[in-house]
């Protein structure tokens, strides 16, 4: 009973606030070179137009069309490279942050014989 409770008032509070969550696929925050990340804002509002972005050692607060490819919340990113290590995180056109997630690509570890 209790649990059927606490469902139901989280599932409020997610409707009423205008928010949105990233979620990266596949769901690690380590990455090897050349592997291909999608990264989407999970949304409750989708006319919010929440966007991808990230902050590298290069870049800050750089949209995904600078460094991905994006379709509306939806941004992919094939072939990382170790400057793709960041924090990413959705914003929306207001300004509205989701929280973010620290990625994290490493190069390929070379086996020398
Ligand atoms: C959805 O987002 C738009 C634009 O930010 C806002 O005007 C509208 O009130 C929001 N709707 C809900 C149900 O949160
Ligand atoms: C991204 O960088 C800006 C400028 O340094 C900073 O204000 C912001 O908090 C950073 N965002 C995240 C999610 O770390």
């Known amino acids: ?20 969550g990233l979620t990266v696929s596949p769901s690690r925050s380590q990455f090897f ?3 291909s990340v999608s990264l989407s804002c999970e949304e409750d ?7 991808v972005r990230r902050n590298t050692t290069r870049e800050t607060r750089a949209e995904c069309d600078e460094w991905g490819q994006a379709a509306n919340s939806f941004c992919s990113l094939t ?4 400057l793709d290590t960041g924090v990413y995180w959705c ?9 973010s997630i620290q990625l994290t690509v490493s190069g390929k570890i070379r086996l020398w014989s």
């Open 1 to 20: 009973m209790r649990g059927t409770w606490l469902l139901l008032l989280t599932s409020e509070l997610l409707w009423t606030s205008n928010q949105a």
């Open 91 to 99: 914003e929306s056109r207001e300004g509205a942050a989701s929280s």
């Open 79 to 82: 072939g990382t490279v170790p």
């Open 45 to 51: 509002n989708s006319s919010a137009g929440w966007t």
């Open 33 to 35: 070179k050349d592997e």
